[in-house]
């Protein structure tokens, strides 16, 4: 079973960047497009960006347009996510998914594997 691991997250001073990274140990990625999703204390997921298994597709959802950059190296097995300018409100559990799916407005459409998340807090 492909399992994904995320990993990159941490505490942020506002204003800072971060980058996320995904990646599959044992399997490779390049079939797959990758959809990052964060969850807020509260609130319920959202899709933030997605790219497609050549990369040749991205979009992401309207409020990480500006500050958040999703991108892929096959043959590294890895996709990543880099946010910059980080506001409290980016505080969530960022989760990596991988489909052989669409990607539309940010959202990877269907999931078939998942990560555990990793941690984002940002904070003074």
């Known amino acids: 079973q492909l399992q994904l691991v995320e990993s990159g997250g941490g505490l942020v001073q506002p204003g800072g960047s971060l980058t996320l990274s995904c990646s599959a140990p044992?399997?490779?990625?390049?079939?797959?497009?990758i959809g990052w999703f964060r969850q807020a204390p509260g609130k319920e997921r959202e899709g933030v960006s997605c790219?497609?298994?050549?990369?040749?597709?991205?979009n992401y959802a309207n409020f990480a347009k500006d500050r958040f950059t999703i991108s892929r190296d096959n043959a590294k097995n890895t996709a990543y996510l880099k946010i910059f300018l980080l506001r409290p409100e980016d505080t969530a559990t960022y989760y990596c998914?991988?489909?052989?799916?669409?990607?539309?407005?940010?959202?990877?459409?269907?999931?078939?594997?998942w990560g555990r998340g990793t941690q984002v807090t940002v904070s003074s």
């Open positions: 998914a991988a489909a052989v799916a669409a990607c539309s407005d940010g959202t990877l459409v269907a999931q078939d594997f």
């Open positions: 790219i497609s298994s050549g990369g040749g597709v991205r």
């Open positions: 044992g399997f490779t990625l390049h079939s797959y497009a």
